[in-house]
C-alpha cells in the first residue's frame, strides 16, 4: 500500500521568513496530493492540494510542488505570520480502497514573532 | 454553508462502556470516511462509506469498532468495551462524489477511556 513519509517533524521559523515541508510517497500511481492545517482541538483543513498533471500549484502566500519522477512534494509557505502556527499535514491517496487517504506523520510549524 | 460536523466533541468513558460518535457530513456529499488520530500521529483511515454502503471497513482495528450510514446522511461509529488504547480523535470527512478527492474534515471528536 501507500507509504508517505513526511520531514521535518518540527520546524521553527522567524515571522517573514518562509517555511518548506518535505514528503515522499510509494505509489506511482497516486495521482492527487493535498495538504491539511490542523491548529489545536480542530479538525484538518484543506489549505492546498495538487493534481499530478501539474508540477506546481499557488495561492497567495502558499504552494506545493511535485516531482513525480522522484516521488516527492513539497509545501512552500511564504511570508510567514504567527498564525501560520500549527500542525500541517502530506496525504497521498491509497490504492487499496476507494480515495482514502494516507497521512504524513505531520509536522509542527512555529513561527517566531 | 455549513461544514462537517461532529457530536459530542468530548466523551469521557471508563473502561468497558460502549461509546457511539456522530458525523453530519456536508449536505449532498456521497462519500463519508472515518479516520482516527493518535496523539501527535497522523489520521489513520477507519472505514469509508458510499450513500449507505459501507464500500471499505479494512481500517477498523477490531470487532468492538461499528459504523453505520443508514440512510445515506448521517453517520455513527459506535465502540463496544471500550479499551483504553481507544483512547484518540475521531475525525470524520466528506467528499462530494467518490470522483472528487477532496475530503472536508469535522473537528473530530476526543475520547478519552479511564
Known amino acids: 500500500g501507500e507509504n508517505v513519509e513526511q520531514h521535518p517533524s518540527t520546524l521553527s521559523v522567524q515571522e517573514g521568513d518562509s517555511a518548506v515541508i518535505k514528503c515522499t510517497y510509494s505509489?506511482?500511481?497516486?495521482?492527487?496530493f493535498p495538504w491539511y492545517k490542523q491548529e489545536l482541538g480542530k479538525g484538518p483543513q484543506l489549505i492546498i492540494d495538487i493534481r499530478s498533471n501539474v508540477g506546481e500549484k499557488k495561492d497567495q502566500r502558499i504552494a506545493v510542488t511535485l516531482n513525480k519522477t522522484a516521488k516527492h512534494f513539497s509545501l512552500h509557505i511564504t511570508e510567514t505570520q504567527p498564525e501560520d502556527s500549527a500542525v500541517y499535514f502530506c496525504a497521498a491517496p491509497s490504492p487499496q480502497g476507494a480515495q482514502k487517504l494516507v497521512f504524513g506523520q505531520g509536522t509542527r510549524l512555529t513561527i517566531n514573532p | 454553508g455549513a461544514g462537517v460536523s461532529q457530536s459530542p466533541r468530548y466523551k469521557v468513558a471508563k473502561r468497558g462502556q460502549d461509546v457511539a460518535l456522530r458525523c453530519d457530513p456536508i449536505?449532498?456529499?456521497?462519500?463519508l470516511f472515518w479516520y482516527q488520530q493518535a496523539l501527535g500521529q497522523g489520521p489513520e483511515f477507519l472505514t469509508y462509506?458510499?450513500?449507505?454502503?459501507?464500500?471499505?471497513k479494512s481500517g477498523l482495528p477490531s470487532d468492538r469498532f461499528f459504523a453505520e450510514r443508514p440512510e445515506g446522511s448521517v453517520s455513527t461509529l459506535k465502540i463496544q468495551r471500550t479499551q483504553k488504547e481507544d483512547s484518540a480523535v475521531y475525525l470524520c470527512a466528506s467528499s462530494l462524489t467518490p470522483d472528487r478527492e477532496t475530503q472536508y474534515f469535522g473537528p473530530g471528536t476526543r475520547l478519552l477511556v479511564l
Open positions: 462509506f458510499q450513500n449507505e454502503a459501507q464500500l471499505d
Open positions: 505509489d506511482s500511481a497516486s495521482n492527487y
Open positions: 449536505s449532498g456529499h456521497v462519500s
